[in-house]
């Protein structure tokens, strides 16, 4: 009778744990394919963020370019408007014309 519950005990167990293992390979196998699928998403995230930032870069590096132009073709319109702006005044006129007649 003792012999027919340990053979009983250890069938139940070994079925329980066969069970078991089962149900935990399922469960990381899931586990690792949702693991696979959420890196694939941040390698293409990571891949996507890098791209966007060197555009951003060249992006950067060309606007200071046309800044810096834009500077100078600024500057150079402000000092032509003082001159005109000198000229067309009628005292300095009257000094220029002074100066030319000299």
């Known amino acids: 009778m003792v012999h027919g519950l340990e053979e009983t ?16 390979i399922t469960e990381v196998g899931k586990e690792m394919s949702t693991l696979r699928t959420e890196m694939n998403t941040l ?37 032509l408007m003082i001159i005109a702006l000198t000229l067309m005044n009628p005292v300095v006129a009257e000094i220029v014309k002074g100066i030319l007649k000299l």
């Open 9 to 24: 005990i250890s069938s139940a167990t070994e079925y329980k744990w066969a069970t078991t293992k089962d149900e935990i």
């Open 43 to 79: 390698r293409t995230e990571f891949v996507t963020k890098e791209l966007f930032e060197e555009r951003m870069k060249t992006l950067k590096v060309d606007l200071e370019g046309k800044i810096e132009r834009v500077s100078i073709k600024l500057n150079f319109l402000i000092i």
